[in-house]
């Protein structure tokens, strides 16, 4: 197929190759049955006798070979004349329903430098890279070591989006009600249209077969964060080196809790009152010496969370310096796939694109995002009484009843709020990302923020609201220690069954039944579509989140907390790599310096540990016996608590001081990346202003 030709209707344009040369496919296993026929490029430096697939295209069923052949131009067609300026082929024949897509040398290297991506430079110093200057980077000539294959990838996706109609076009092969319109968003427009189904990024079975014996398959206790980076990219990669990070730093707070509870009786004897569903305790059992474990607990959670996070802050840095995305561009970049305006100049850049007024996004926000979010939040409390009401039912009929099957009843309540919750966490998120979608952000970036604040708003409500409730209001800290045993010990079943037990099924009875070695390779390109769609990391932070939460705000009142969570993220972290490489598709992910809000949300939640913990020591009996003996007023124990709480908030206002986010030689490095960048481009300008 070639894309050096003229259409009149697609009203897109290629210049002649330079060199005449046919591209076939890889040799390698994963693209041996394909064949020759992929487009060609403009440009002698693209030119190579090995194309490696990288993204699948899947066009709908009533799709025409000459829409298929005008698509098939549009992707290849250099940028200038509206082209992608990738790499297409056809599949098996014009009439199927697939196109495989890759890029070429050139589209790859002036991607990697619009996105900001930072490379190693020939004195082995990683430089954000400059396509005017890419010789004198290491392996720029061999895009399989200078671009992992995530960022191959993601750069395809890049091009693909950022498809924007330069004038009105007709699409053969579809009714004129699908023309595009001058700045219309073609691959949206496609996707609107039924012509382009679907688009996922292909597996390297090779590399991917490595990356599962280096990972999961044997008994390592680290993860291969460079590989998983270069195989799924950094935004996978630092969740699961955060994952590690907060997993292995479980251990000081687990052996702290495991010592309070088997030096002190009083303790151990409130884990069996939580276990049992028993709330009562008499004043004497509560006034025992396990008090002072309960401080200490209070006190390290507190010290530990921000520890914790300050340290994953140099850490995550360090990472995203070796991975080059330490110094991502900001960039005044084309509007989202999913924005849509009035067609104008854009003030600030200039150019010719949809524009939408501020004041009707916030006018939509207001009218619309804000009352529906109060509406889900009022069905947070709305669960938050019925378990109210269920509890004290179930403790009347255990008072009457008194049996070891009423004894069971009294978690009931707890277990069934538990399902109500993840019920109404799962639909809010599509109504989270409907009322995102309708106030129309320009930035892709922007769009992912109030997404993400739409959820952590609810999920701290909808996971915390009781418990802050029981200690802030009905102040019963028994019934929260009851409570947060049902949280931790439900959700740790609950997460051995869907993190293990599940895909242990699926793969015994399901992923056995995959590929065969003599079946032809659109046929294996077709069974990696059928797989689901890898649902992103949302759900994934979002326990981390609320497992950071009970052990910072809650785990002095159970010590245990701790243990419970290292024992389920132990597993956590095999069966999350098993289910990435085997249960769904390879996902697109692009390129991150950081865990960005999520990063915020737990350092949110470290210094509301301070006024959570505070509050419940104040709770102590034995506390409030030695205030009683002192003649203490309640006002003076207020302001009291308030001091110690402005304490250990200005000692973790010090350690986040002492404790710099950045490592010196990682400072001097972006220093020296963002100097170079600064002088590339003033000579740059003054290149252009000698060229006049």
Request: proline letters at 5%.
């Given at each position: 197929?070639?894309?050096?030709?003229?259409?009149?209707?697609?009203?897109?344009?290629?210049?002649?190759?330079?060199?005449?040369?046919?591209?076939?496919?890889?040799?390698?296993?994963?693209?041996?049955?394909?064949?020759?026929?992929?487009?060609?490029?403009?440009?002698?430096?693209?030119?190579?006798?090995?194309?490696?697939?990288?993204?699948?295209?899947?066009?709908?069923?009533?799709?025409?070979?000459?829409?298929?052949?005008?698509?098939?131009?549009?992707?290849?067609?250099?940028?200038?004349?509206?082209?992608?300026?990738?790499?297409?082929?056809?599949?098996?024949?014009?009439?199927?329903?697939?196109?495989?897509?890759?890029?070429?040398?050139?589209?790859?290297?002036?991607?990697?430098?619009?996105?900001?991506?930072?490379?190693?430079?020939?004195?082995?110093?990683?430089?954000?890279?400059?396509?005017?200057?890419?010789?004198?980077?290491?392996?720029?000539?061999?895009?399989?070591?200078?671009?992992?294959?995530?960022?191959?990838?993601?750069?395809?996706?890049?091009?693909?989006?950022?498809?924007?109609?330069?004038?009105?076009?007709?699409?053969?092969?579809?009714?004129?009600?699908?023309?595009?319109?001058?700045?219309?968003?073609?691959?949206?427009?496609?996707?609107?249209?039924?012509?382009?189904?679907?688009?996922?990024?292909?597996?390297?079975?090779?590399?991917?077969?490595?990356?599962?014996?280096?990972?999961?398959?044997?008994?390592?206790?680290?993860?291969?964060?460079?590989?998983?980076?270069?195989?799924?990219?950094?935004?996978?990669?630092?969740?699961?080196?955060?994952?590690?990070?907060?997993?292995?730093?479980?251990?000081?707070p687990a052996i702290l809790g495991l010592c309070i509870t088997y030096f002190s009786g009083e303790v151990q004897?409130?884990?069996?009152?939580?276990?049992?569903?028993?709330?009562?305790?008499s004043k004497e059992e509560d006034l025992g010496p396990a008090v002072s474990g309960h401080m200490i607990q209070?006190?390290?959670?507190?010290?530990?969370?921000?520890?914790?996070?300050?340290?994953?802050?140099?850490?995550?840095?360090?990472?995203?310096?070796?991975?080059?995305?330490?110094?991502?561009?900001?960039?005044?970049?084309?509007?989202?796939?999913?924005?849509?305006?009035?067609?104008?100049?854009?003030?600030?850049?200039?150019?010719?694109?949809?524009?939408?007024?501020?004041?009707?996004?916030?006018?939509?926000?207001?009218?619309?995002?804000?009352?529906?979010?109060?509406?889900?939040?009022?069905?947070?409390?709305?669960?938050?009484?019925?378990?109210?009401?269920?509890?004290?039912?179930?403790?009347?009929?255990?008072?009457?009843?008194?049996?070891?099957?009423?004894?069971?009843?009294?978690?009931?309540?707890?277990?069934?709020?538990?399902?109500?919750?993840?019920?109404?966490?799962?639909?809010?998120?599509?109504?989270?990302?409907?009322?995102?979608?309708?106030?129309?952000?320009?930035?892709?970036?922007?769009?992912?923020?109030?997404?993400?604040?739409?959820?952590?708003?609810?999920?701290?409500?909808?996971?915390?609201?009781?418990?802050?409730?029981?200690?802030?209001?009905?102040?019963?800290?028994?019934?929260?220690?009851?409570?947060?045993?049902?949280?931790?010990?439900?959700?740790?079943?609950?997460?051995?069954?869907?993190?293990?037990?599940?895909?242990?099924?699926?793969?015994?009875?399901?992923?056995?039944?995959?590929?065969?070695?003599?079946?032809?390779?659109?046929?294996?390109?077709?069974?990696?579509?059928?797989?689901?769609t890898f649902p992103g990391l949302f759900a994934e932070y979002i326990e981390l989140l609320v497992q950071f939460?009970?052990?910072?705000?809650?785990?002095?009142?159970?010590?245990?907390?701790?243990?419970?969570?290292?024992?389920?993220?132990?597993?956590?972290?095999?069966?999350?790599?098993?289910?990435?490489?085997?249960?769904?598709?390879?996902?697109?992910?692009?390129?991150?310096?950081?865990?960005?809000?999520?990063?915020?949300?737990?350092?949110?939640?470290?210094?509301?540990?301070?006024?959570?913990?505070?509050?419940?020591?104040?709770?102590?009996?034995?506390?409030?016996?030695?205030?009683?003996?002192?003649?203490?007023?309640?006002?003076?124990?207020?302001?009291?608590?308030?001091?110690?709480?402005?304490?250990?908030?200005?000692?973790?206002?010090?350690?986040?001081?002492?404790?710099?986010?950045?490592?010196?030689?990682?400072?001097?490095?972006?220093?020296?990346?963002?100097?170079?960048?600064?002088?590339?481009?003033?000579?740059?300008?003054?290149?252009?202003?000698?060229?006049?």
């Amino acid at each position: 197929m070639k894309t050096d030709v003229d259409d009149s209707d697609s009203g897109i344009r290629s210049k002649s190759s330079h060199e005449d040369r046919t591209q076939t496919v890889m040799s390698e296993p994963s693209a041996s049955s394909v064949g020759s026929g992929w487009t060609k490029v403009s440009c002698p430096c693209c030119v190579t006798e090995k194309v490696e697939p990288l993204v699948l295209v899947k066009l709908g069923e009533r799709v025409r070979p000459e829409t298929k052949r005008w698509l098939i131009r549009l992707i290849g067609a250099p940028q200038k004349d509206g082209g992608a300026a990738l790499l297409a082929h056809p599949g098996e024949d014009a009439s199927g329903d697939i196109i495989l897509v890759s890029a070429p040398q050139c589209t790859l290297l002036r991607a990697a430098e619009e996105l900001g991506l930072c490379k190693t430079y020939s004195n082995d110093n990683m430089e954000a890279f400059s396509y005017r200057n890419r010789h004198n980077f290491k392996n720029s000539d061999n895009m399989e070591k200078f671009l992992t294959l995530a960022e191959r990838q993601y750069i395809v996706k890049y091009e693909l989006d950022g498809l924007w109609a330069q004038r009105d076009l007709r699409i053969p092969g579809l009714p004129d009600s699908f023309t595009l319109q001058h700045r219309d968003n073609i691959w949206r427009k496609l996707g609107s249209a039924g012509v382009v189904q679907d688009m996922f990024p292909l597996h390297n079975q090779e590399k991917l077969k490595n990356l599962s014996e280096a990972w999961y398959s044997g008994n390592q206790l680290t993860q291969p964060l460079d590989m998983i980076n270069e195989y799924f990219g950094s935004s996978i990669s630092l969740y699961f080196s955060f994952l590690d990070w907060y997993t292995w730093s479980l251990l000081p707070p687990a052996i702290l809790g495991l010592c309070i509870t088997y030096f002190s009786g009083e303790v151990q004897t409130e884990m069996l009152e939580s276990i049992s569903g028993s709330g009562i305790q008499s004043k004497e059992e509560d006034l025992g010496p396990a008090v002072s474990g309960h401080m200490i607990q209070a006190v390290f959670s507190m010290l530990w969370s921000t520890v914790v996070m300050e340290l994953w802050k140099r850490r995550s840095s360090s990472l995203s310096y070796r991975w080059g995305t330490l110094h991502l561009a900001e960039r005044f970049a084309e509007p989202r796939p999913g924005f849509h305006g009035t067609l104008g100049v854009n003030p600030v850049t200039g150019c010719v694109e949809p524009l939408f007024p501020d004041w009707q996004r916030d006018l939509r926000m207001a009218l619309l995002s804000v009352p529906v979010v109060g509406l889900f939040l009022g069905l947070v409390v709305l669960g938050m009484v019925c378990f109210y009401w269920g509890e004290a039912k179930m403790q009347q009929l255990h008072g009457e009843w008194d049996s070891l099957l009423s004894q069971t009843f009294l978690y009931l309540p707890s277990v069934l709020h538990i399902i109500y919750t993840n019920v109404l966490a799962t639909f809010y998120k599509t109504v989270a990302l409907s009322l995102t979608e309708y106030e129309n952000h320009r930035e892709q970036s922007a769009f992912e923020n109030h997404l993400t604040a739409k959820v952590l708003v609810f999920t701290f409500f909808n996971y915390f609201a009781v418990l802050f409730h029981i200690a802030f209001f009905k102040r019963d800290v028994p019934m929260l220690r009851k409570r947060l045993a049902s949280l931790l010990i439900v959700t740790q079943l609950v997460n051995q069954v869907t993190e293990v037990v599940i895909p242990f099924l699926v793969d015994k009875f399901i992923s056995a039944r995959t590929e065969k070695e003599d079946e032809p390779q659109e046929d294996k390109f077709r069974k990696q579509g059928a797989m689901p769609t890898f649902p992103g990391l949302f759900a994934e932070y979002i326990e981390l989140l609320v497992q950071f939460g009970y052990l910072s705000l809650f785990s002095c009142v159970y010590p245990l907390t701790a243990v419970l969570l290292l024992i389920n993220n132990l597993t956590e972290i095999r069966s999350d790599a098993y289910k990435i490489c085997k249960l769904f598709r390879k996902p697109f992910c692009s390129p991150v310096a950081n865990m960005g809000v999520w990063q915020t949300a737990f350092e949110v939640l470290s210094f509301v540990s301070v006024v959570s913990n505070c509050w419940l020591l104040l709770l102590s009996p034995q506390l409030q016996e030695l205030f009683n003996e002192g003649g203490i007023r309640s006002t003076n124990i207020l302001l009291l608590a308030v001091l110690v709480e402005h304490v250990l908030i200005l000692i973790k206002l010090v350690l986040v001081v002492f404790i710099p986010d950045e490592p010196e030689w990682i400072r001097k490095k972006k220093e020296h990346i963002e100097y170079t960048s600064m002088q590339a481009l003033k000579q740059q300008k003054l290149v252009a202003e000698e060229s006049r």
